[in-house]
T-cell receptor, first 113, second 112 residues
Framework: KAGVTQTPRYLIKTRGQQVTLSCSPISGHRSVSWYQQTPGQGLQFLFEYFSETQRNKGNFPGRFSGRQFSNSRSEMNVSTLELGDSALYLC????????????FGPGTRLTVT | QKEVEQNSGPLSVPEGAIASLNCTYSDRGSQSFFWYRQYSGKSPELIMSIYSNGDKEDGRFTAQLNKASQYVSLLIRDSQPSDSATYLCAVNWDNQGGKLIFGQGTELSVKP
């Protein structure tokens, strides 16, 4: 069974721009969570989607948003990029909502200059 | 108090020894506990899950859970240089809709 895939793998953007990251979960997995990982803050929860609905959101500004499609694929968007948004963005999928056994994709490395 | 706490390390053990990684958590209502391994430049990989008090063994890995003490640990027997990685403890946080909270991770170095 194929794992979680994320595109693109690497991205360089300029301050003020916006970016969209994509995630395809493991086949049959219906819940997708997004995380931001930085050396200083570690892995921080962004949001979780299940059945095209955002179930939960972490403590991030409204510039961070996401959505989920009917095939469980998910996208996250960051608008008005700031230097501090440079991070590894990880997507994780699980079978159901509140099923915390999550499997991570390879991540998207975002660099904001 | 942080929600999930781990010693950052680095923890250095010789090849063949037992590596012991520890994690404490603050939410008494947590029911699901996970250990992830993350190699440098890679994404976290789920290696163990534990839901009940006691020990759970999987190959060279043993997860131990003590809910009364709010403590979960991971033992790696016969440590190999390939086990050198950062180990992340994760705990479910059912407040505010439910999510997985990660510790900062413990860096393990296994010396040949």
């Amino acid at each position: 069974k194929a794992g979680v895939t994320q595109t693109p793998r690497y991205l360089i953007k300029t301050r003020g721009q916006q970016v969209t990251l994509s995630c395809s979960p493991i086949s049959g997995h219906r819940s997708v969570s997004w995380y931001q990982q930085t050396p200083g803050q570690g892995l921080q929860f962004l949001f979780e989607y299940f059945s095209e609905t955002q179930r939960n959101k972490g403590n991030f500004p409204g510039r961070f948003s996401g959505r989920q499609f009917s095939n469980s694929r998910s996208e996250m968007n960051v608008s008005t990029l700031e230097l501090g948004d440079s991070a590894l963005y990880l997507c994780a999928s699980s079978l159901e909502a509140r099923n915390y056994e999550q499997y991570f994709g390879p991540g998207t490395r975002l660099t904001v200059t | 108090q942080k929600e999930v706490e781990q010693n950052s390390g680095p923890l250095s053990v010789p090849e063949g020894a037992i590596a012991s990684l520890n994690c404490t958590y603050s939410d008494r209502g947590s029911q699901s506990f996970f250990w992830y391994r993350q190699y440098s430049g890679k994404s976290p990989e789920l290696i163990m899950s534990i839901y009940s008090n006691g020990d759970k063994e999987d190959g060279r890995f043993t997860a131990q859970l003590n809910k009364a003490s709010q403590y979960v640990s991971l033992l790696i027997r016969d440590s190999q240089p390939s086990d050198s990685a950062t180990y992340l403890c994760a705990v479910n946080w059912d407040n505010q809709g439910g999510k997985l909270i990660f510790g900062q991770g413990t860096e393990l170095s296994v010396k040949p």
